[in-house]
C-alpha cells in the first residue's frame, strides 16, 4: 500500500542539523505513527512521503520556520546568579538546566557569566537552523473509522 490520503503511516526517522552540531537529544532515533492528510505533519515530510511504500528510504530538508522555529533574540535575557541553584556547574557555551519552582526543568545555553549574572539563551539549540530528516517508511494501512475518528477530535483540539 502507498502512502496517501487517510493512511496510517508509521515511519522511523533521525534529524540532524544541517552545516552544525546535532544536539543530543536530537541524535537518536525516533518512530511515529500518523494519519496522513489529517493529523499535523511537517510539510516538508508530508510532501516527501506521499505515494512512498514500506520499506521507502527519503532524506529530506526542513526548513527552521518548519523545525525549532527562528532564531529569536528577545529570547537571551541576563539572569542573576542568586537564582541560580548551582553556579559552580555554569561554563560558558555549554547548556545549562534549571528546575523551576513548579518542578518543571528549563534548559539554557550560557552565552556569557559576569560577576552577579549570566547571559542565558533560551532558544532551543537547532533553532533557526535547517535540518536534515533521514526516514523510513516502516508501514502503511488504510486508516479505519476510529482512526479518522480520532485525528478529527484531535485537530479540534479534543486531542
Known sequence: ???????VVEIQYILEVKDGVTPPELSKRFKT???YGRE???????KAIFQLS???EI????PP???FGKYDESLINEIPISQISRPDKLKEGELYEEITSNGQPVRF???????DSVLADFNHPAAG????????ILSVRAASAMDILRAVNFSRGGG
Open 1 to 7: 500500500m502507498k502512502v496517501e490520503n487517510d493512511t
Open 33 to 35: 505513527q500518523f494519519l
Open 40 to 46: 499535523p505533519v511537517i510539510p516538508a515530510l508530508e
Open 54 to 56: 514500506p520499506g521507502d
Open 59 to 62: 532524506e529530506v530538508t526542513i
Open 65 to 67: 520556520e518548519q523545525g
Open 109 to 115: 545555553l550560557i552565552k556569557e557569566i559576569k560577576e
Open 129 to 136: 537552523k535547517e535540518l536534515t530528516l533521514k526516514a523510513q
